[in-house]
């Protein structure tokens, strides 16, 4: 089974910026399949919010974090990242990442995802 690992999330004033990074276990290449950030706010629903598709590097944004965020990925480390700059309160979220290995085009609705990883805290302070 593919698993997902999240990290860098963490604590960070309005203004700054974080690199969230999501790596895959169990010898999965995410080399060729798409993998979108999605997060997801206290009682709502998982919003999409970039999407790479890792054959080409070509990548997706939702219009609410264009210009802030940035998804790139490092094949030698089998790993995906999304920067996340000019934070704001309203980021605060659990961020996820996600792919499907039957997936080769990008949408940013969650449905179109089978292997999540278990999720990294973003918090913004005022």
């Known amino acids: 089974q593919v698993q997902l690992v999240e990290s860098g999330g963490g604590l960070v004033q309005a203004g700054g910026s974080l690199r969230l990074s999501c790596a895959a276990a169990?010898?999965?290449?995410?080399?060729?399949?798409?993998v979108a950030w999605f997060r997801q706010f206290p009682g709502k629903e998982r919003e999409g919010v970039s999407c790479?598709?890792?054959?080409?590097?070509?990548?997706y944004y939702a219009d609410s974090v264009k210009g802030r965020f940035t998804g790139s990925r490092d094949s030698a480390k089998n790993t995906v990242y999304l920067q996340v700059d000019g934070l704001i309160p309203e980021d605060t979220a659990v961020y996820y990442c996600a792919t499907d290995p039957r997936r080769r085009y990008c949408t940013l609705n969650p449905q179109g995802y089978e292997i999540w990883g278990q999720g990294t805290q973003v918090t913004v302070s005022s």
């Open positions: 169990s010898g999965f290449s995410l080399d060729y399949y798409t």
């Open positions: 790479i598709v890792t054959s080409d590097d070509s990548t």
